[in-house]
């Protein structure tokens, strides 16, 4: 009898470590997709200057969306705690709305012809648009990350766990409200 109850106590033991262990590698991997998600925010933040640059060239009359896209740009560059949901989201809000003003700037050049020909200002479009979709991609694989995390910590016992893990719930992304309307590029260009 006294060694069924340890062999069961043992197997406890060694189910809530297993446990533990899950919560912890799944919160690496959640902070390696968060990671992933900045590599590629940099990559279009290291971007934006030189779209920015050319179209200063040929788009006078838009200083103000350009001004616009540069204050966010520092903002979603900005450091922020990885660990902290509320700081994370934040980011991932400056982030969006750089990128829906991206998104504003890319139409409005289509107004411009000689900047639509401009061959650096196409390449440089294709770019961008390889760095969107890359940026994307991270995005789901974060969402991803970030489920699996959060149900072993939401589901018994990793709620115990998750403490000792130090691991929170973290925030999966969601695009902005403005993400969801549709473009109305008549009147972006109009």
């Known amino acids: 009898m006294d060694n069924i109850l340890i062999i069961c106590a043992g197997l406890a033991v060694v189910g809530l470590y297993i446990w533990y262990a899950k919560i912890v590698a799944r919160r ?6 968060l990671s992933g998600i900045d590599v590629q925010l940099t990559k279009r ?3 934006i200057p030189n779209i920015l640059a050319i179209a200063k060239k040929f788009m006078k009359h838009e200083k103000e969306l350009l001004e616009e896209v540069t204050k966010l740009r520092s903002k979603a560059t900005a450091g922020y ?3 902290d949901p509320k700081q994370v ?3 991932f809000e400056d982030s969006a709305a ?3 003003q991206m998104g504003k700037l890319m139409i ?3 107004a411009y012809p000689d900047l639509k020909s401009d061959e650096t200002m196409v390449q440089a479009q294709k770019t961008y648009n390889e760095v969107e979709a890359q940026i994307a991609a991270a995005r789901r694989f974060y969402n991803s990350a970030v489920s699996d995390l959060n149900n072993s910590i939401e589901i018994f016992p990793g709620s115990l766990l998750a403490p000792l893990a130090n691991s929170r719930v973290m925030p999966f992304y969601e695009g902005d409200a403005s993400s969801r309307e549709p473009v109305d590029a008549a009147k972006l260009l109009g």
Not at 28 to 33: D, R
Request: glycine share 4%.
């Open 28 to 33: 690496n991997t959640a902070s390696e997709a």
């Open 45 to 47: 933040s290291d971007l």
């Open 81 to 83: 705690d990885t660990v």
């Open 89 to 91: 989201a934040k980011h």
């Open 98 to 100: 750089l990128g829906a």
């Open 108 to 110: 409005s050049m289509e």
